[in-house]
């Protein structure tokens, strides 16, 4: 059963269209992650955040916003979708203990045309 | 950034055999993760080790975090089917937010 849940799935959309990506946890954690995930490459982390009002940026420059107005919701944001931002990207929360796993959703794939 | 050198990068096995994953790095990690990834999925925990020289079993699966905790291994004993997959480890430093390694895809042909 999840209790991180990511919207949409899938998205095909053209070039210069605003897009949010939706993530949602159910578990009360303090920490929400994005990450980028490419075949063959690691998982780049873009955006992270502490908990409610706290976002900050990862290692993977990146043309997306983030916010956390509420501890549950972490949506992403690309203000205008270029062929470069086509990946799998994934959401995870954890518990603010460090050194607590990561609970991941399932990830949305996105394509830009 | 922490770099994570996971090697092989694929493995094609037997059912029956076993394998060994390696997860390295120049850097000291507070803690170490491994991960199973399957297709449409997101990562899923398998792991967790913290100390040095510190060896964990699940079940066919032996973790061992190496003594200066920069390195970590992962041996599956008689693979089966169902651990096909993406292995993955994170370590985590001083920030407590894993870094990712590029992951070994691992399949097993029964």
């Known amino acids: 059963e999840a209790d991180i849940y990511q919207t949409p799935r899938y998205l095909v959309i053209g070039t210069g269209k605003k897009i949010t990506l939706e993530c949602s946890q159910t578990?009360?954690?303090?920490?929400m992650y994005w990450y980028q995930q490419d075949p063959g490459m690691e998982l780049h982390l873009i955006h992270y955040?502490?908990?409610?009002?706290?976002?900050e940026k990862g290692d993977l420059s990146s043309e997306s916003t983030v916010s956390r107005i509420r501890t549950e919701h972490f949506p992403l944001t690309l203000e205008s979708a270029r062929p470069s931002h086509t990946s799998q990207y994934l959401c995870?929360?954890?518990?603010?203990?460090?050194?607590?796993?990561?609970?991941f959703g399932n990830g949305t794939r996105l394509t830009v045309t | 950034t922490q770099l994570l050198e996971q090697s092989p990068q694929f493995l094609s096995i037997q059912e029956g055999e076993n394998l060994t994953v390696y997860c390295n790095s120049s850097?000291?990690?507070?803690?170490l993760q491994w991960y199973r990834q399957e297709p449409g999925e997101g990562p899923v925990l398998l792991v967790t080790?913290?100390?040095?020289?510190e060896v964990k079993k699940l079940k066919r699966l032996t973790f061992q975090f190496g003594d200066a905790r920069k390195d970590s291994s992962l041996h599956i004993t008689a693979a089966q089917p169902g651990d096909t997959g993406l292995y993955l480890c994170?370590?985590?430093?001083?920030?407590?937010?894993?870094?990712f390694g590029r992951g070994t895809s691992l399949i097993v042909h029964p």
């Open positions: 995870a929360s954890s518990r603010g203990a460090r050194n607590s796993p990561l609970h």
């Open positions: 080790v913290v100390t040095g020289g």
């Open positions: 994170a370590g985590s430093g001083g920030s407590y937010i894993p870094t």
């Open positions: 578990m009360g954690h303090d920490k």
């Open positions: 955040s502490y908990g409610v009002n706290s976002t």
């Open positions: 850097s000291v990690f507070s803690s």
